[in-house]
Every structure is written in C-alpha cells, then in structure tokens.
Nanobody
Framework: QVQLVESGGGLVQAGGSLRLSCVAS????????MGWYRQVPGKEREFVDR????????YYTHSVKGRFTNSRDIAKNTVYLQMNSLKRKDTAVYYC????????????????WGRGTQITVSS
C-alpha cells in the first residue's frame, strides 16, 4: 500500500511563505505524476499542481501560478511545494497525491492520497 506523508503546514500571515513536503513510501519513479490538491470545508477537492516522473513539466492551477513552485527530489522520494505570497484564499487542507498513470484534474481520478496538512493564512 502506497503511503504519502505530508509535512510543513501551519499558520502564516498573508504575504508569507511556507514549504510543504511529501515523502512517498516507494520510489517516486513509480508515479508518472506527483502533486497536490487542496480542500476547504464544504467544497470539492481542488487540483493545485503536478510534476512528472523526472521532475519536469510542472503544471499549476491558474490561481497559484507565479506564486507556487513544485519540485521533486527523486533520491529522497519527496516532492515539495514552495508557496510564496500566500493569500487568505489559499487557506485549505493540502493533500499530497500520486498516480502511476498521471494526475488528472478531477480528484476521483487520482489513485493515492496523503492524509493532508492544514494551511491557514491570516490577514
């Protein structure tokens, strides 16, 4: 069973930065994509970003482009999400995701999920 463990969440003021990490229980080369989704109470999970097997072809949802940067350390089985210029609307639970066939933009199509880490951005 694949396990994804997130860390790095917390409380930050608007305009600040945080970096999320996600460690996979198996070699990240097993996954075509790794990335992140997020969810606020009462809403569906929202795609945030993905990165491919070799750490290339990053893809971001429009609302985080230019502020969030993903990266992948293959040797450490880890992906990162550097979040800068955080806004209150970024407040959510962030989930690390992975899929051997690729991450689609609908949560129902993603195979593996972490348990999530809370990000709260205060004004």
């Amino acid at each position: 069973q694949v396990q994804l463990v997130e860390s790095g969440g917390g409380l930050v003021q608007a305009g600040g930065s945080l970096r999320l990490s996600c460690v996979a229980s198996e070699h990240t080369a097993s996954f075509e994509h790794m990335g992140w989704y997020r969810q606020v109470p009462g809403k569906e999970r929202e795609f945030v970003d993905r990165i491919n097997r070799s750490g290339g072809s990053p893809y971001y949802t429009h609302s985080v482009k230019g502020r969030f940067t993903n990266s992948r350390d293959i040797a450490k089985n880890t992906v990162y999400l550097q979040m800068n210029s955080l806004k209150r609307k970024d407040t959510a639970v962030y989930y690390c995701v992975a899929d051997p066939l690729g991450i689609v933009l609908a949560p129902s199509g993603v195979n593996y999920w972490g348990r999530g880490t809370q990000i709260t951005v205060s004004s």
